[in-house]
């Protein structure tokens, strides 16, 4: 890998991390989540019926079944989301958004777009954006 690949990967990095900071503390100080928080919930706003096996939101998340099982334990103790048994499979376990989890994302999501355009400002336009979320897609 050059040192230009070592270089991008590391203000990618920082990026990410000061991104993630500045929306958990506007999310945070006004609807107490943070940004994976309103997130998970989102992916879950879209799913059909509002539930998604667990399994298949970690996925969505891009992130392991025991990690998705620690982002839900806070949002299940503030009545966000609610787990549902599966009636065919015993073994499986639904993650349902709950009509307050419902609510939350409405509320958060225009916090969330006001604090993504305050972030980008208008130096970025469409093209830019829609460049840089290309890159962003192969990565991932």
């Known amino acids: ?55 298949d939101l970690a996925q969505q998340l891009g992130v392991t079944a025991s990690g998705v099982t620690w982002m ?11 787990s549902q048994g599966s009636e065919d499979d015993g073994r499986v376990t639904f993650a349902v958004l709950t009509e307050a989890g419902r609510t939350l994302v409405a509320d958060a999501v225009p916090t969330a777009r006001r604090i993504a355009a305050e972030l ?15 890159v962003l897609a192969r990565l991932s």
Do not use: C, W
């Open 120 to 134: 980008l400002g208008p130096e970025f336009g469409k093209e830019e954006l829609a460049r840089a979320a290309a």
């Open 72 to 82: 839900l334990r806070p949002l299940t103790k503030r009545g966000l989301i609610t």
């Open 1 to 55: 890998m050059s040192a230009y690949h070592m270089t991008f990967l590391f203000d990618l990095n920082r990026a990410h991390a000061t991104t993630i900071r500045r929306f958990d503390a506007s999310l945070g100080q006004v609807h107490g989540i943070g940004l994976n928080d309103l997130h998970l919930l989102q992916v879950l706003d879209q799913a059909p019926d509002r539930r998604l096996r667990r399994i």
